[in-house]
């Protein structure tokens, strides 16, 4: 049976200013972005699994898209699911881990934008300082209370 929690996930929504139409991220948004690298993805799809190398941030265009964790006695306990304008995958390139910490999978048929490690990192390189904390502040606290979540709801596994 799948439990629904929310630990140590990496979640971020796509500005507003990151619109979208019907079927996906317009094209001069995209060129406006420097990023143009899409990838559609069928219903069950593996976009990764956990414990692999970081080398992509995705933006789901359409579809929706689970994260896992396998657990120890089999099986697997579902994060959350995502939707479209929302992102995924930055806080491993964001702390510079060696992988995964849950596994990604498409529902339904979906499309998502994907940014390299290193288009990524130059971006927020790009930053000045203070956004640069501010932003690693919130990701510091979103992890902390992902994981009391996670203590509390007894998953210490994770």
């Known amino acids: 049976m799948l439990a629904s929690i929310k630990p140590n996930v990496s979640v971020m929504s796509v500005p507003t200013e990151v619109k979208t139409d019907k079927r996906s991220m317009s094209a001069s948004k995209s060129f406006a972005l420097g990023i143009n690298n899409r990838k559609l993805y069928q219903d069950g799809d593996i976009i990764f699994f956990e414990g692999d190398e ?8 359409r579809g929706s898209v689970k994260l896992f964790k396998a657990i120890p006695t089999g099986g697997m306990v579902d994060l959350t699911t995502l939707q479209a304008k929302q992102m995924f995958g ?46 690693m502040y919130l990701k510091d606290n979103v992890l902390d209370l992902s994981n009391r979540l996670a203590k509390q709801n007894k998953y210490e596994d994770f």
């Open 90 to 135: 930055e806080f491993a390139i964001l702390d510079n881990v060696k992988g995964r910490n849950a596994s990604a999978m498409a529902v339904g048929q979906t499309e998502l934008l994907l940014i390299s490690r290193d288009q990524f990192k130059k971006k927020f390189n790009a930053l000045d300082p203070f956004t640069k904390f501010w932003i």
């Open 54 to 61: 970081p080398s992509f941030v995705y933006v789901i265009l």
